[in-house]
């Protein structure tokens, strides 16, 4: 099983420009989440959906948008990037979501912003 | 401020050693999770405790979580080096809602050999 993939791996951006993280996972998970990882603050959760076609907002979710069409894909799209945005972006699912649900977590998207 | 704190914020020990990292907070969490991320990865699930006072081991880590379910303590007996990383704690408040995981600013150990 592959798990939950993110991709890009790398990226680099201008102030501006727009982007989109791409996050799939191939358990048939119903929750999925955004987190993104700076030094000393650890993960904060930026958007969550329980399921396909429901999303709500997490601590920091200024910035960023979501959708859920599917079960399998949860992308986050930065539709004008900031330096404040240069992070490591982690997508994590869980089979049913909530505080008792262990999180499956990809290898992250570590974005920089110039 | 942080829900989750963490402390201590960096830990370095010679391989053998016991150590104890705390996670803490002024909120009550229906429950508490451990991970452990590796560089270049994502976090890994260690533990979940769920009741309040309960202790749970994994191997050569205990695991308690605190009698008034507001913070939770793990302890490493004789640390080798592939317990080297970043471990976090995470939790959902009983003031949020359901889904909401809230990670801690985590604990970076090295472990010498």
């Known amino acids: 099983n592959a798990g939950v993939t993110q991709t890009p791996k790398f990226q680099v951006l201008k102030t501006g420009q727009s982007m989109t993280l791409q996050c799939a996972q191939d358990?048939?998970?119903?929750?999925m989440s955004w987190y993104r990882q700076d030094p000393g603050m650890g993960l904060r959760l930026i958007h969550y959906?329980?399921?396909?076609?429901?999303?709500d907002q997490g601590e920091v979710p200024n910035g960023y948008n979501v959708s859920r069409s599917t079960t399998e894909d949860f992308p986050l799209r930065l539709l004008s990037a900031a330096p404040s945005q240069t992070s490591v972006y982690f997508c994590?699912?869980?089979?049913?979501?909530?505080?008792?649900?262990?999180?499956?977590f990809g290898n992250g998207t570590r974005l920089t912003v110039t | 401020t942080q829900l989750l704190e963490q402390s201590p914020q960096f830990l370095s020990i010679q391989e053998g050693e016991n150590l104890t990292v705390y996670c803490n907070s002024s909120?009550?969490?229906?429950?508490l999770q451990w991970y452990r991320q590796e560089p270049g990865e994502g976090p890994v699930l260690l533990v979940t405790?769920?009741?309040?006072?309960e202790v749970k081991k994994l191997k050569r880590l205990t695991f308690q979580f605190g009698d008034a379910r507001k913070d939770s303590s793990l302890h490493i007996t004789a640390a080798q080096p592939g317990d080297t990383g970043l471990y976090l704690c995470?939790?959902?408040?009983?003031?949020?809602?359901?889904?909401?995981?809230?990670f801690g600013p985590g604990t970076s150990l090295s472990v010498i050999p």
């Open positions: 994590a699912s869980s089979y049913k979501g909530g505080r008792n649900s262990p999180l499956h």
């Open positions: 358990m048939n998970h119903e929750y």
């Open positions: 959906s329980v399921g396909a076609g429901i999303t």
């Open positions: 909120s009550v969490f229906s429950s």
């Open positions: 405790v769920v009741t309040g006072g």
């Open positions: 995470a939790g959902g408040p009983l003031k949020t809602s359901y889904d909401k995981v809230i």
